[in-house]
């Protein structure tokens, strides 16, 4: 297939899906939209791969958990190498060490490969076991022949990439296998690529193989300013991955915070000082009296009748967005979170954007304080969702 010129990725995402569909060239799971396609004659590609010189040199290899790339898995795990699976969306960290039962069959290795078998026959692999990846296979929706990739859309394939490097477990030297049909090579403009897209070296299909002969180089670690507050929200990995690069010195501003509201917040007060409701905001010199000042506090609100504290503490750390101190006001189904300064405020606003607690979703605003218009400082009002 030839892709039309000025084009963007997702316009050769759905170009790909559609003629795979239009054409039945796509296999089980269908539609194949929005997923890296499953199709006619995977299987055929996959025999491809224990051919491959970097298969026989390596001894542990990581590959992705897409339905096209199952034999793939399997021939790893036949060939005995220690085969690494990503957790699905990396809930809950970055690989699984798939392990099957002793004397396993072909049969049973068939099985370990498949997506319930990555459940079944996985051991979690943490950032401190010092993995050291030879050859990584990642999933396509369009690749060039010149090894320039896109996958649908979500960016897991090269942030699992971005992370590996960020913990020394793949270098530049590291080898990247996709396998796809021959209708998903597609010439890619070099203007879609950006500086965190992965390359690959080897291109697998059902007819050929194409060493692309890639010289791009591939990411040396996590870019963080592509990185989003509710992404850090999602990835407990990514936090603490972030918090081990901070800790190193390394510039870890995320996509969506504000490095103007945290150099100022070097010069906020301590904790121990941090304002309560209740208690009149301070104006700013040359601000009028009665005006709204930058909050340090969260409004959350449309909680649940029956939700208990313990719940939202809970939903507020799997998002990277506990606070110094929480207001719970579960009659009025609302609470207010208090941070350290307007910019950690900020932040938690952007990675609480669409949570859940039941049936609802919850409504998430900066509250302001208002200033005390008495100059001999009346009580604060209340704070309020800032809308």
């Not at 960020?166 to 500086?195: K, N, R």
């Not at 606003?349 to 039941?358: I, K, N, Y």
Request: aromatic share 4%.
């Amino acid at each position: 297939m030839e892709s039309r010129a000025g084009v963007s990725k997702q316009d050769i995402r759905e170009q790909i899906w559609d003629y795979m569909e239009s054409q039945n060239i796509a296999d089980f799971p269908r539609p194949v939209h929005h997923r890296i396609p499953n199709f006619k004659g995977a299987s055929r590609a996959a025999e491809h791969f224990p051919r491959l010189q970097a298969f026989k040199m390596a001894r542990t290899i990581k590959v992705n958990p897409d339905a096209p790339q199952k034999n793939a898995r399997f021939f790893v795990l036949d060939s005995k190498k220690t085969l690494l699976v990503p957790t699905p969306r990396l809930r809950t960290g970055l690989f699984n060490r798939i392990t099957p039962p002793p004397g396993a069959t072909k049969d049973i290795l068939r099985k370990c490969a498949t997506s319930q078998g990555v459940r079944d026959y996985s051991v979690p692999v943490g950032l401190d076991a010092r993995v050291l990846v030879d050859l990584v296979v990642v999933g396509s929706v369009a690749v060039s022949e010149k090894g320039w990739r896109i996958g649908k859309g979500e960016g897991y394939a090269d942030l699992e990439y971005a992370m590996m490097a960020s913990m020394g477990a793949v270098s530049q030297g590291t080898p990247v296998v996709t396998i796809v049909h021959d209708c998903q090579v597609v010439d890619i403009p070099e203007a879609l690529l950006e500086d965190h897209d992965l390359t690959v070296d080897y291109i697998l299909t059902p007819t050929r193989v194409i060493a692309t002969g890639c010289e791009r180089p591939k990411p040396t670690g996590i870019t963080w300013s592509k990185i989003s507050c509710a992404m850090m929200g999602r990835i407990p990995i990514l936090r603490s991955l972030r918090s081990r690069e901070k800790q190193a010195g390394r510039d870890v501003t995320l996509k969506d915070e504000h490095p103007h509201l945290e150099a100022r917040s070097q010069h906020a007060a301590p904790p121990g000082a941090v304002r309560r409701p209740g208690n009149p905001a301070q104006p700013e010199a040359g601000s009028p009296q009665g005006a709204d000042v930058p909050s340090d506090t969260v409004y959350v609100g449309n909680l649940p009748r029956d939700t208990r504290v313990s719940e939202l503490k809970r939903a507020l750390r799997e998002r990277g967005a506990a606070p110094l101190r929480l207001t719970w006001q579960g009659p009025q189904h609302r609470a207010f979170l208090h941070f350290q300064d307007p910019a950690s405020a900020q932040q938690a606003l952007s990675c609480l954007q669409g949570l859940h607690l039941g049936a609802n979703t919850l409504k998430v605003a900066l509250a302001r304080q208002q200033r005390a218009s008495d100059p001999a400082g009346g009580p604060a009002r209340e704070p309020h969702p800032d809308h």
